[in-house]
Nanobody, 116 residues
Framework: QVQLVESGGGLVQPGGSLRLSCAAS????????MSWVRQAPGKEREGVSC????????NYADSVKGRFTISRDSAKNTVYLQMNSLKPEDTAEYYC?????????WGQGTQVTVSS
C-alpha cells in the first residue's frame, strides 16, 4: 500500500533553515508528481511546492518562492523540501502528497514552528 512518511520538522528561529523529507513506498515513485502542502492553525490547506516525476519541473507558491527548494531522489524514493529564510508565517503542519491512479495520498505530517 502507498505510504508517505514525513520527517525533519521542528522549532527554528526566524531566518533559520530546515529540510523536510518524505519517504515514499508502495508505488512507482519515479512515475508521479510529488507535492508539499501545509496547513496553519485556523487556515485552509495551502499548496507549497510540487515537482514533476522526472524532477525537471518545479512549482512554488508565491509566498515561498526564492526561499524553498523542492527536490527528489528516485534512488531513495524520497522527496525533499529545503526551507531557508524561514518566517513566523511559515509555521504549519507540512504534508507530503501524491496522486496515483486517481487517488490522493497523504503522509501524517511534520510540524514546523518558526519562533524566537
Amino acid at each position: 500500500q502507498v505510504q508517505l512518511v514525513e520527517s525533519g520538522g521542528g522549532l527554528v528561529q526566524p531566518g533559520g533553515s530546515l529540510r523536510l523529507s518524505c519517504a515514499a513506498s508502495g508505488f512507482t515513485f519515479s512515475s508521479y508528481v510529488m507535492s508539499w502542502v501545509r496547513q496553519a492553525p485556523g487556515k485552509e490547506r495551502e499548496g507549497v511546492s510540487c515537482i514533476s516525476s522526472s524532477g525537471g519541473r518545479t512549482n512554488y507558491a508565491d509566498s515561498v518562492k526564492g526561499r524553498f527548494t523542492i527536490s527528489r531522489d528516485s534512488a531513495k524514493n524520497t522527496v525533499y523540501l529545503q526551507m531557508n529564510s524561514l518566517k513566523p508565517e511559515d509555521t504549519a503542519e507540512y504534508y507530503c502528497n501524491t496522486v496515483t491512479v486517481g487517488r490522493s495520498y497523504w503522509g501524517q505530517g511534520t510540524q514546523v514552528t518558526v519562533s524566537s
